[in-house]
């Protein structure tokens, strides 16, 4: 970035492990699931530094993962005013993220952008085309996927010619712990290509129709679009100037990736429309059960009609949240790229997903502590995409115990997952995995990571291209966490169908180590 600009201090935070509380206390010993430590949650302190720039009368806007998220910060950054008796601030405390109505996200902005709101926590839909100057301060509630987004969001402060401050809240896992210990890999590492497969026909499908839509396309056009006179047959209307869209109604495309029409939530009762949830997300964010939150308001949802595309909620103030937990099945259709050396198969190529969520767990608001666990009966979903993985023969497998192996490959694919964003252009939620101590399809131990899109996105991909980088990293972050047998900075995942059961943190470091080892010798 060479625009003019004041300097900026920028701080790395690492929330702190909870204090264990003895019974002698009469308090009882925070835990996360399978007995793993439990650190202050990123959401909480982000929550915490925002009122406390607010009660200092710093302008400060705060970035955060998810819709849930922004909710959470902003309602949580009232609270804590009202507890510090400045219960005149909290109006000046707002949430903002997409599936608002339109006439909201607009008064929003204004009153930011004039100075009546004082904090925002928003999503990343106001990283960019929103022009809000005058900033003080940026907080980043978790690492935002990407260099390009980290610079983008801090670079909303100090426009204005004054000195500003963003904070990097490190969320607890693999990626974010890797980070905050090795700030190089933040500030002396390049920003990043964006990865891309534009020959994926469920993205190039749509994109051809809609250009076609505005001008026919002809035959000086198909070396652009990379497709065939017979791909164009079986999308438009060929006539002797070249392809044109026919069809009454104009092509849809998804500005936010794919899953059809978006879910409607609805207050029950009332009738109330509160937003709109995109149907890829509906059965994570509001399914049956599930804490929906609106402007600081929590809701939990009675019903989700998928065939009808509403969900219906009413107003709760629960003090825990709801995370949905999936199980997922996986079929190698065709292996594109494959290399073996010295007993490990390392490909590349197509693969089917089948995924269900089939429960969620309810954890305390204040600590991420786990309170119980919900069954939930929804549809499976069904899936093709790009994957890679690697097999691992009877020889270097036969390193490690048998009994410890599918908590190995488990633990390995979890830290792998969530280190794939330090080499890839996506978020660990923009890609799934599976694990098996003996697959159908390779018969033998394998680890998959696959893309979470229809025909791939390119993570996979470059995932292959670079995997002893890719997986260096994910064994140097397992080897750096002081835990002793796993926890969210190392192994767990947070959307784990399997309860984070079983994991092996020693048996994940001896899996990579063989893995790395192989492709140090090809």
């Excluded at 991909?461 to 670079?466: G, I, K, L, P, S």
């Excluded at 984070?500 to 492709?519: F, Y």
Aim: charged share 20%; hydrophobic share 40%.
């Amino acid at each position: 970035d060479s625009s003019p600009r004041a300097g900026m201090s920028f701080a790395l935070w690492e929330p702190p492990l909870l204090p264990v509380t003895t019974e002698k206390g009469g308090g009882s010993t925070p835990v996360g699931e399978r007995g793993a430590p439990v650190r202050k949650t990123a959401l909480r302190e982000t929550a915490g530094l925002l009122a406390d720039l607010i009660a200092g009368g710093v302008r400060t806007l705060a970035f955060v993962r998810s819709r849930r998220g922004a909710e959470l910060v902003a309602s949580m950054a009232k609270r804590g005013l009202q507890e510090a008796d400045l219960d005149f601030l909290t109006g000046q405390v707002a949430a903002y993220r997409g599936g608002y109505l339109r006439e909201e996200r607009r008064a929003l902005e204004e009153a930011f952008r004039t100075g009546e709101l004082l904090g925002l926590a928003a999503t990343n839909a106001l990283e960019l085309g929103i022009d809000i100057s005058g900033l003080d301060a940026v907080l980043l509630s978790g690492y935002p996927g990407t260099l390009a987004s980290l610079w983008q969001q801090a670079g909303r402060a100090g426009r204005s010619g004054r000195e500003a401050l963003c904070v990097m809240i490190a969320r607890d896992d693999p990626l974010d712990t890797y980070l905050v210990h090795h700030p190089d890999a933040l500030f002396r590492r390049p920003v990043e290509a964006t990865v891309l497969d534009p020959a994926n026909p469920y993205v190039l499908a749509p994109h051809l129709c809609s250009a076609a839509a505005e001008l026919p396309v002809t035959s000086a056009d198909l070396p652009l679009f990379g497709v065939t006179e017979e791909f164009c047959d079986s999308l438009l209307r060929r006539r002797p100037t070249g392809w044109y869209w026919t069809d009454r109604y104009r092509p849809k495309v998804d500005l936010r990736g794919t899953g059809g029409e978006p879910v409607t939530v609805v207050e029950n009762g009332t009738g109330r429309l509160l937003g709109t949830v995109d149907a890829s997300s509906a059965h994570t964010q509001v399914h049956e059960g599930a804490v929906y939150l609106h402007q600081g308001t929590s809701y939990v949802v009675d019903e989700l009609d998928l065939d009808g595309g509403v969900a219906l909620v009413h107003p709760e103030e629960p003090d825990w949240t709801t995370h949905a937990r999936d199980v997922t099945e996986l079929r190698i259709v065709r292996v594109q790229r494959e290399v073996e050396v010295d007993g490990v198969r390392l490909c590349l190529g197509e693969v089917d997903v089948t995924n269900q969520v089939v429960a969620y767990q309810r954890r305390k608001l204040s600590t991420g502590e786990v309170i119980d666990e919900r069954p939930l009966d929804l549809p499976e979903r069904q899936l093709s995409t790009i994957a890679v993985w690697y097999a691992l023969s009877s020889e270097p497998a036969a390193g490690l115990d048998p009994a410890e192996l599918p908590g190995a490959l488990h633990a390995a694919e979890h830290a792998a997952i969530g280190l794939l964003p330090l080499v890839a252009t996506c978020d660990r939620w923009d890609i799934g995995g599976l694990s098996t101590a003996r697959h159908p399809d390779t018969g033998l131990p394998t680890v998959f990571v696959y893309d979470g899109y229809p025909g791939g996105a390119g993570f996979a991909e470059r995932a292959h291209a670079v995997a002893a980088q890719w997986l260096t990293a994910t064994r140097d972050a397992i080897a750096a966490c002081e835990c002793p047998t796993g926890c969210p900075s190392c192994v767990q995942s947070p959307k784990c169908g399997n309860g984070n059961d079983p994991l092996s943190k020693a048996g994940a470091l001896r899996v990579l180590d063989t893995v790395l080892s192989a492709l140090d010798g090809s």
